[in-house]
């Protein structure tokens, strides 16, 4: 019998696979027990040979390499592509993808081109059985995606009886990178997938801007996070109260575009998911990308000026006031103690 | 050169309406008001700021039930020039796969009468269903491409657009054959507040109602029918958090209960 599969589309950097993807591997096994399923990953870049090995340490049993030159870098439309004709070749059962900048693109952009379904941002996936209470037919061990809606206000379980693949892209952040473990074996796949070279020049990349990761706030124990509110002054409280408690600083995307602190302090969708025993938001409105990254937080404390700020409904803590009037006080407070 | 954009916009349940359940678990929106969908505003904008630049015509594309007309106003007093309203029973319980191939449907048939396309922009997602799918569905549908968290349009020339994108950690610069869809972000773009004129004169704006026959929309491919996905049950998402906010003109008195009910719920502050 042929063994029913799970992909993960993996992520690469020049520093190889990345993490959220590799979690998603590790789900990706809890899952296949479950259902009797092989777990395998898809690959797409260029002289990505090390990654392919380096996703089998961390427990994909094969990898499905599209190796080529003129996919060096991300691109969607040809990533489409490769990516759906190596899903059109392996037939897998279900395929997950990360719920980042480009997975968010490239994961429905594959499920239109394989006219099949997709759930978006998925907070838990399981696997079940499934009655139609339609048909009365029964679907058995197929894939539950569990999603948030409404703004996070309510919960959705979402399935696909009757398409395969089942797709789904799943939040970053949420489950543990597995063990490397480099006895493992398994099998490297290059598929050669024509890809017409208008796709590759239909869009063209000129410029990256980027900065580098240097800070790490994955294991604070205390983030004390600023935001547009704050200003640059403000931040010089945000800054003093993190060292008050000896927690780490933390930041907004519009803090950071401001150029109030770089990039290695923001936390969010396009920054770093955290997970704190508390985490303190100055100045920061609760925008649902800011919020992706910090609700898993133990405690949640949050000062703005504006009660109806979003932060304050899913804050254990809130102060409504001035930040310039209640940080100075809160200090001082803290350091008499 | 005067430039053609449809602008997708999603009538949604008002994000600040409390949702509603029906008895059997599906979600009630009868009820309650349409609106815009917030992050379509910025959509708009940025198609009104291209009209304004270059000249041309703003085309608006919803997909709803035919009381959303009403809620279209908002966007035509936004300055988009006119509206077609998607609306069919066959088009209940289309997924986000059925929705987009619908809407790519409508945008053809617009694409067609407009005697060619420059742009398709949307929001990055809906404030109701949250998946940003849409747009790069349509996309494929449609066979061009399409980006995503699309920070602002640079400059439209000679075929082609000059965007700058969202990306982990900074921006990409990218040029982008058209026709293209673009998913805009709300990060450049300030929604404009209509005037009183504005207001009025979008009145007399055209809301046009398709039905699927009308744009040789395939019915298998609409609907429960055309949708993959199956909603199994929804339930609401219990706010585990303590929820205690303390608000006081007295600045003293507002931090003296704060520590208290820390002290109290045994919450330490330091690392
Ligand atoms: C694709 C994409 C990815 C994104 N990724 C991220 C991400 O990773 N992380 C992220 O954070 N955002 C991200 N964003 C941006 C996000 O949508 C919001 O724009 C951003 O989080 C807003 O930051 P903010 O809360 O600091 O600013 P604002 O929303 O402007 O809020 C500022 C807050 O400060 C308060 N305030 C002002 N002055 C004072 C004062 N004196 N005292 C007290 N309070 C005051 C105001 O009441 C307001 O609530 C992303 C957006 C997109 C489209
Ligand atoms: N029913 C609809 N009618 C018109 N536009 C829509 C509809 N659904 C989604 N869109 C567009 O697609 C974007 C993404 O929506 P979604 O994929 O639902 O998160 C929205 O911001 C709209 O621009």
Known sequence: ?337 | MPISVVVLVKPVVDPKAVVKFRPDGTIDRSAVKLVVNPYDKYAIEAAVQLKEKLGGRVVGVAMAPPHAADSLREALAMGVDEFILLSDPKLAGSDTLATSYALSAVVRKVWQKLGGLDLVLCGIESSDSNTGHIGPEVGEWLDIPSVSYVDSILEVRDGAALVKRLIEGGYALMKVKLPAVLSVAGTSYQPRIPTLREVLAARRKQITVWSTADVGIDPSLVGLAGSPTRVVRMWRVEIKRRGKIFSDSDVDKVLEKFFEELRRDGVSLGA
């Open chain 1, 1 to 337: 019998m042929v063994s029913r599969k799970i992909l993960v589309y993996v992520e690469t950097s020049e520093s190889g696979p990345a993490d959220y993807s590799l979690e998603l591997v590790g789900k990706a096994r809890e899952l296949a027990a479950k259902a009797d399923m092989s777990v395998g990953a898809i690959v797409v870049g260029y002289g990505v040979s090390d990654i392919a090995r380096e996703v089998i340490y961390r427990g994909a049993e094969e990898v499905h390499v599209v190796d080529d030159r003129r996919l060096a870098t991300y691109s969607l439309i040809p990533y489409t592509t490769a990516v759906a004709e190596v899903i059109r070749k392996v037939e897998p059962e279900i395929v997950l993808f990360s719920a980042t900048v480009s997975g968010r693109e490239l994961a429905p952009r594959v499920a239109a081109r394989l006219r099949t379904g997709i759930t978006a941002d998925c907070t838990d996936v399981d696997i079940g059985d499934w009655v139609d209470p339609a048909t009365g037919r029964r679907y058995e061990r197929i894939l539950y995606q569990i999603r948030p809606t409404f703004g996070g206000e309510i919960m959705a379980a979402i399935v696909t009886p009757n398409h395969r693949p089942q797709m789904a892209t799943v939040r970053p952040g949420l489950f543990s990178v597995p063990p490397r473990d480099t006895s493992r074996s398994g099998r490297v796949f290059e598929w050669n997938v024509e890809v017409p070279s208008d796709e590759l020049e239909k869009v063209e990349v000129l410029e990256v801007r980027r900065e580098r990761r240097k800070v790490d706030l994955k294991s604070a124990r205390v983030i004390v996070s600023g935001g547009r509110g704050c200003g640059l002054k403000g931040f010089e409280l945000v800054r003093e109260l993190a060292k008050v408690l000896g927690g780490e600083v933390g930041a907004s995307r519009a803090a950071v575009d401001s150029g109030w602190i770089p990039y290695d302090h923001q936390v969010g969708l396009t920054g770093q998911t955290v997970k704190p025993e508390v985490y303190v938001a100055i100045g920061i409105s609760g925008a649902i990308q800011h919020v992706v990254g910090m609700k898993d937080s133990k405690i949640v404390i949050a000062i703005n000026k504006d009660p109806d700020a979003p932060i304050f409904r899913i804050a254990d803590y809130g102060i409504v006031g001035d930040l310039f009037v209640v940080l100075p006080k809160i200090i001082e407070r803290l350091k008499r103690r």
